[in-house]
């Protein structure tokens, strides 16, 4: 099935990141922020996804990593002012979802959303 993307209204961002970080359960993302400035770079590769979130008070996307043998959520990848949020689904596994947030400094911050490998059965 191809993916189908769809631009999220910026008056439901909060609300529908919240109920998204708790329906995907246990996944990893890896973030690369693209601009005219920095080209594109990986900032952080299959960690696990411990949340999404908008804070419309102080206008900033929250990405809550989980990198391996520190404390949960110990590494947060901030979006300042976004302007834009895109998300594509319907992936072919094991991809998820793609979640593409565009900023005020014309940067993109994508997301890749993956479930982990199953763990071999005995």
């Known amino acids: 099935m ?3 993307t769809q631009e999220i209204p910026r008056d439901t961002w909060r609300t529908y990141f919240d109920e998204l970080s708790k329906t995907l359960g246990t996944v990893e993302a ?3 922020v693209v601009g005219p400035d920095v080209g594109a770079q990986i900032e952080a590769e299959r960690l696990v996804l411990t949340g999404l979130t908008y804070d419309d ?3 900033v996307f929250v990405i809550g990593l ?3 043998g520190g404390p949960p959520e110990d590494l947060e990848r901030m979006v300042d002012h976004p302007r834009k949020i895109l998300v594509a689904t319907g992936e ?3 991809l998820v979802m793609t979640i ?3 900023d ?3 940067h993109q911050t994508i997301v890749r959303v993956v479930r982990p490998p199953a763990l071999p059965s005995e």
């Open 30 to 32: 890896t973030v690369e």
């Open 2 to 4: 191809p993916p189908t």
């Open 104 to 106: 005020a400094d014309e």
């Open 100 to 102: 593409d947030i565009h």
């Open 92 to 94: 072919a596994p094991p």
């Open 66 to 68: 989980d990198a391996p």
């Open 57 to 59: 008070r102080d206008d």
